[in-house]
Nanobody
């Protein structure tokens, strides 16, 4: 069973930066994508950034040009570098790994989430 653990969240002032990490307990090299989502209070969960198995990246419109998703060579850790943060970026950020071939009936694996708070 794959487990994902996020780290790196915290409190930062507007204009600052944070880097989130998501580490898998097992290899996710065969997974089709790894993504970061976020959910602010009272809002729906939204896709922040995604990286495919072959390295293609996609970003939500609100973070383009400010956030960068990447991963290490072992493909066990995915990063989200967040620059020029603003209060609208405040949310719980969660890591997701998706596999088209279910593992014990599951195609999506989630971390527990990490809080990011941006003060004005």
């Amino acid at each position: 069973q794959v487990q994902l653990v996020e780290s790196g969240g915290g409190l930062v002032q507007a204009g600052g930066s944070l880097r989130l990490s998501c580490t898998a307990s097992g290899s996710i090299a065969g997974f089709s994508s790894s993504s970061w989502y976020r959910q602010a209070p009272g809002k729906q969960r939204e896709l922040v950034a995604s990286i495919s198995r072959v390295g293609v990246t996609t970003y939500g419109d609100s973070v383009k040009g400010r956030f960068t998703i990447s991963r290490d060579k072992s493909m066990k850790t995915v990063y989200l570098q967040m620059n020029r943060l603003n209060p609208e970026d405040t949310a719980v950020y969660s890591c997701n790994a998706h596999t088209p071939i279910p593992i014990r009936g599951r195609s999506d694996f989630w971390g527990q989430g990490t809080q990011v708070t941006v003060s004005s």
